[in-house]
Nanobody
Framework: QVQLVESGGGVVQSGGSLRLSCAASGTIFNIISMAWYRQAPGKQRDLVANIIEDFSPYYAEAVKGRFTISRDNAKKTVSLRMNSLQPDDTAVYYC???????????????WGQGTQVTVSS
């Protein structure tokens, strides 16, 4: 089994910064990709950023230039540095990893429990 645990959410004023982290544990052979999604009240869950080894990170247009995603393969973690936060960034943020648990195994999606980010104006 694989578990993802997120940390770092909270309340911040407009223009402030936060850093989210997500750590994977369990039976892990390879982490193919790591990503952050967010879901605002009444809206669908949207991709914010993802990172695949040997490829440039992808960012949603709304966060380009403000958010930075990074991964640490040895620690099995992914982080999201969020600068210049705005009220529209308020949402529950989820990390997702695509993981194989053994050599030749099928890749599966795993999600964190979500962490609330609230930006006050």
């Amino acid at each position: 089994q694989v578990q993802l645990v997120e940390s770092g959410g909270g309340v911040v004023q407009s223009g402030g910064s936060l850093r989210l982290s997500c750590a994977a544990s369990g039976t892990i052979f390879n982490i193919i990709s790591m990503a952050w999604y967010r879901q605002a009240p009444g809206k669908q869950r949207d991709l914010v950023a993802n990172i695949i080894e040997d490829f440039s990170p992808y960012y949603a247009e709304a966060v380009k230039g403000r958010f930075t995603i990074s991964r640490d393969n040895a620690k099995k973690t992914v982080s999201l540095r969020m600068n210049s936060l705005q009220p529209d960034d308020t949402a529950v943020y989820y990390c997702k990893m695509v993981i194989t648990s053994n050599r030749g195994g099928i890749a599966a999606d795993y999600w964190g429990q979500g962490t609330q980010v609230t930006v006050s104006s």
